[in-house]
């Protein structure tokens, strides 16, 4: 799946500062530098000709002992280009979790008031990317799998998970009790400390929605402008984020079908919705019968509902046609007996089936099982998967299945965050995103009460500021950034792309 997939994903109390751990004294003043590190880095080559400097912040790895054992955080900063009008700095998340965020600065350049106003912050959060890393040796860079068609396959998906857990076991005891979000949070408070900053402006995407929202919660008083980009119920985020999301899936899966079937003639996936839902229907019955040969690798019944699902985060030409191609060379390895993939299903299949990006999803599992504690019987998964596999049927076997944390060697070591509080933070969020859906971001809403809530109404786009190329949203959230002031009231915008 793309490394932008929102994770999956449980204990609870309220966080307030009072809680806290104390925060580790200021280290030594940053030592800003070049940002690449070789003439392979191209992220880090984008970075400095854009101006931009990097650091390592140092931060305890258990912030209840400040003065034990330290990590290094990455970050990169692009200042502000109007030094009169600054407002602050401005951290910056891509999501995940485990996505790295040191290009992000880049992404919002774009945007004439970030880039006037702010040091844009990128980070890579603790061990992501260039901070201290944590990697399980797994053989796929994501945990994420369906249950497949019947028991054996369920079992199977169980048998790889209880594997991957035991992995991260065995590589990195000493690192997971201290990978949770309320660890990242208070890092970023730290980074704060390292700006000389007073207070801290933020905008995350997807994961980073909730990272944004437990910071608010135990640091109310240091947030500034927060911005959230398709957001997660903060509740429910942890190893079942996206049990109930089977319904806005196939919703996704049948705004796509409407587009592909209008294009028959070039993909050949049906001419009508049904037809097209049918076909991914079909194929995927035909991996569960025999794996499907794409190339090199094979994908059966647990990996092409996920990668159906990766492929529904945009509704943009793009997107959508990335998509129809992934499922013409599926389905035609399911007629032919095999089929050569296309580049970006290549890439997508080298990321589920090698290690090539073990840290990624080591590292996801480790923020998600460190947040909240999972079921530890399989039967929990296999009977929630049957009892809604009728009405579901691509996709209850993948949002409702087990994944690592069910077998987790380390439980979390802290309740998970009962994010409530005024912060006043503007919450963008599309009604067609399959990934965190309109009603999660609706509950952030309602538990951060201080907040207005910004739709993109009509629209299936999965990270929508600075990204999708909506006027009306990228306007009100420039407005926010600009003035510090949230809308009066709930605002809508509707899907008129520049």
Same mark, same amino acid.
């Given at each position: ?28 003043? !940053? ?10 880095? $191209? ?22 002992? %400040?003065?034990?054992? +330290? ?7 692009? &200042? ?64 994420? =799998? /369906? ?19 035991? $992995? ?15 660890? +990242?949070? =208070? ?11 007073? &207070?801290? /402006? ?41 049990? &109930?999301?089977? %319904? ?41 019968? +025999? ?31 990335? !998509? ?29 089936? +090698? ?59 802290? $309740? ?37 809530? !910004?739709?993109?109404?009509?629209? $299936? ?38």
């Amino acid at each position: 799946m793309r490394r932008t997939l929102v994770l999956v994903a449980a204990v609870a109390v309220t966080a307030t500062v009072g809680a806290t751990p104390a925060l580790a004294r200021p280290g030594p003043a !940053l030592t800003w530098h070049a940002c690449a590190t070789g003439p392979d880095d $191209r992220v880090g080559q984008e970075l400095d000709r854009a101006g931009a400097q990097c650091a390592e912040v140092t931060v305890p790895l258990d912030h209840a002992r %400040p003065d034990g054992r +330290t990590i290094t955080v990455a970050i990169s900063r692009l &200042k502000a280009t109007d030094p009169a009008r600054r407002v602050g700095a401005m951290l910056l998340n891509s999501g995940g979790p485990g996505g790295t965020g040191i290009d992000m600065p880049l992404l919002l350049a774009g945007q004439d008031v970030a880039r006037s106003r702010f040091d844009l912050v990128g980070m890579d959060p603790r061990f992501v990317g260039r901070s201290t890393p944590l990697d399980c040796g797994w053989p796929t860079g994501t945990w994420i =799998r /369906s249950a497949g068609h019947d028991r054996g396959s369920f079992d199977r998906t169980a048998a790889l998970q209880a594997d991957l857990a035991r $992995r991260c076991a065995d590589r990195s005891p000493d690192l997971l009790p201290h990978a949770s979000t309320r660890n +990242t949070a =208070r890092d970023m408070d730290v980074i704060r400390t390292a700006l000389g900053e007073r &207070k801290l /402006s933020y905008f995350g995407y997807s994961y980073g929605t909730y990272l944004g929202a437990v910071y608010t919660q135990l640091f109310p008083h240091r947030a500034d402008r927060v911005v959230l980009d398709s957001a997660v119920d903060p509740d429910t985020f942890g190893p079942r984020l996206l049990r &109930k999301n089977g %319904p806005a899936t196939a919703a996704a899966l049948r705004d796509f079908a409407g587009w592909a079937a209008e294009r028959h003639h070039e993909y050949g996936l049906g001419a009508t919705p049904d037809r097209v839902v049918a076909t991914v229907l079909a194929t995927d019955r035909a991996a569960a019968r +025999t794996p499907l040969r794409v190339g090199p690798y094979t994908a059966d019944d647990t990996l092409v509902p996920a990668l159906v699902f990766s492929g529904l985060y945009d509704d943009r030409d793009a997107a959508n046609a990335e !998509l129809a191609a992934t499922l013409r060379v599926l389905r035609r390895a399911a007629l032919d007996g095999s089929a050569e993939p296309t580049p970006a299903l290549a890439e997508q299949l080298a990321f589920i089936t +090698t290690g090539g990006d073990s840290h990624y999803g080591s590292v996801q599992a480790a923020i998600v099982c460190a947040d909240r504690a999972a079921p530890r019987d399989p039967e929990t998964y296999w009977r929630d998967i049957e009892a809604h596999r009728r009405d579901e049927p691509l996709f209850a076997p993948l949002v409702r299945n087990l994944n690592p944390c069910a077998f987790w060697p380390t439980p979390p070591r802290e $309740r998970p965050t009962d994010v409530r509080n005024r912060v006043p933070a503007l919450i963008v969020q599309s009604t067609g995103d399959p990934a965190t859906t309109y009603a999660a971001a609706t509950a952030m809403h309602r538990a951060m009460a201080g907040s207005r809530m !910004l739709t993109l109404d009509g629209a $299936r786009i999965h990270a929508v500021y600075a990204n999708y190329g909506n006027a009306c949203v990228d306007g009100h959230v420039n407005a926010y950034l600009r003035d510090g002031v949230p809308p009066a009231r709930d605002l809508t915008c509707h899907r008129t792309l520049i």
